[in-house]
């Protein structure tokens, strides 16, 4: 099956980037989403999508305004104009060699490569590597995103494919590994355990 390409990168740091995407493949990245970008050297950076922003441009700023605003108006504006949309993601490890490492990647991809959303067994191969070290980056954005709720997509989504290949203690340890890093942190543990609540697990 052909890979499904989610955009090309905007701009880029060494914690994270923003991909450029049209309306009509915002079906394929969601909040939460693990995704990978490979890069010339063999290398594949991973990161978690924490923001999808779709800005407005002066032809959208008259649509909402008109009266009576047709299906077709409203279709032919999604599908056939460039629509501006950003992706933003947080990197959370990368892997070399076949060898994941929850290690900020050594350098940031550069503009216009692609991003790619994780098939099930990359995001449990990615996850179940190491010791959840990738969770540090999402918790060091604290302030920025909001993490509670990314790690609560994150997990729900993960959970259940990890449950599917077979390895259903993932939940478990994954949330006593959360507690053990946010101790000290009542606020913030206090609204990742909330979001984790709300989340439907099996």
């Known amino acids: 099956m052909a890979e499904i390409e989610i955009g090309r990168l905007l701009r880029a740091g060494i914690t994270g980037c923003v991909v450029g995407c049209r309306v009509s493949q915002l079906n394929v990245p969601a909040f939460g989403d693990l995704v990978r970008i490979p890069l010339t050297d063999g290398t594949q950076v991973f990161g978690l999508i924490h923001n999808i922003a779709i800005d407005d441009d002066g032809l959208v700023r008259q649509l909402v305004t008109a009266e009576g605003l047709s299906a077709e108006v409203i279709e032919d504006n999604r599908v056939n104009r460039n629509v501006p949309v950003e992706v933003s993601v947080l990197f959370v490890g990368y892997e070399q060699g076949e060898v994941v490492s929850h290690l900020l990647p050594p350098r940031p991809p550069l503009t216009l490569d692609a991003i790619y959303p994780c098939s099930p067994a990359e995001l449990c191969r990615?996850?179940?590597?190491?010791?959840?070290?990738?969770?540090?980056?999402?918790?060091?954005?604290?302030?920025?995103?909001?993490?509670?709720?990314?790690?609560?997509?994150h997990v729900e989504t993960t959970a259940?494919?990890?449950?599917?290949?077979?390895?259903?203690?993932?939940?478990?340890?994954?949330?006593?590994?959360?507690?053990?890093?946010?101790?000290?942190?009542?606020?913030?543990?206090?609204?990742?355990?909330?979001?984790?609540a709300d989340c439907r697990l099996d």
């Open 126 to 153: 990615f996850t179940a590597a190491g010791r959840f070290g990738y969770f540090r980056h999402v918790l060091r954005a604290a302030g920025e995103i909001p993490i509670g709720e990314l790690l609560a997509a």
């Open 160 to 196: 259940r494919a990890q449950k599917i290949s077979g390895n259903e203690k993932w939940i478990n340890e994954a949330t006593k590994e959360l507690i053990t890093l946010l101790r000290d942190d009542y606020a913030t543990l206090n609204s990742v355990l909330g979001a984790l």
